[in-house]
């Protein structure tokens, strides 16, 4: 029998009435303790979509059969917020056990992270099923990069359905959340397309030599990394995003009239 997304949604809300306050309690207790880790939510549900869908394959953990997504190279110690995804279903399954997926579970906590950082709302379908496998190949292969330009990141997104405008937008998520040095030190030492000042005050804590400092943090947004808003757009016109990639997306190309407004 076929449920359309709306029937499987008002099925679960039916069979688990208190699943939307169990996630928004867990969450709300999880950024009130880090901030940063709304971001890390939403981030893990990204390089989840990315991978073969929204089937909470990133959270699996590697078996005899396959090797996970978790140390694939954009996930390994850089992926976050594992715990609290544990947290949420366990709390999930005492209320109403063997009903809710951790793809759900990963979809709601996502929206919510982002309320919770003063970031708009919108409705998550639910009836999600988990994958029983998962892919490192696949998440090294088709999680864009930080080093893309914006013809890779156009192809990149476009393979998975969404247009160049899509792209721009959702990039916006980099209004929150921090990145580790060795992601952003090409682009503030080699690039051009950089505010000096921006780049200077980077290299304090990102120095030139590779694997010194690495996993140093500076937040993608750095107005307000901990509120979810549009400064990411602002600092992308004044040259200060801070991945090569977000750069990109305001660089004489076909998404700077995007940008601005």
Sequence with gaps: MFFPCTALSNLLFTSCPKLLSIVRSTMSQAVNK?????????RLFFHDCFVNGCDASILLDDTSSFTGEK????NK????????IDTIK????????GTVSCADILAIAARDGVVLLGGPTWIVQLGRKDSRTASQ??????????????????SSFSNKGLNARDL????????????????????????VNINAAFAASLKVN???????????LAPL??????????????????????????????NGGSQDSLVRS
Excluded at 34 to 42: F, H, N, T, Y
Excluded at 79 to 84: D, I, M, S
Excluded at 206 to 216: E, F, K, V
Excluded at 236 to 242: D, S, Y
């Design 90 to 97: 366990a709390n999930v399954e005492a209320a109403c056990n």
């Design 71 to 74: 140390n694939a190279g954009p």
């Design 221 to 250: 947004d750095v107005q307000t990394p901990g509120r979810f808003e549009n400064n990411y757009y602002k600092n992308l016109v004044r040259q200060r995003g801070l991945l090569h990639s977000d750069q990109e997306l305001f």
């Design 137 to 154: 190949s696949a998440a090294n292969s088709q999680i864009p990069a930080p080093s893309f330009n914006l013809s890779q990141l156009t």
């Design 206 to 216: 990102c120095p030139a030599t590779i694997g010194s400092g690495d996993s140093n």
């Design 77 to 84: 110690m850089s992926a976050r917020g594992f715990e609290v």
């Design 168 to 191: 721009t937008a959702l990039s916006g998520a980099h209004t929150i959340g921090q990145a580790q040095c060795k992601n952003f030190r090409p682009h503030i030492y080699n690039d």
């Design 34 to 42: 880090e901030r940063r880790m709304g971001a890390s939510i939403l």
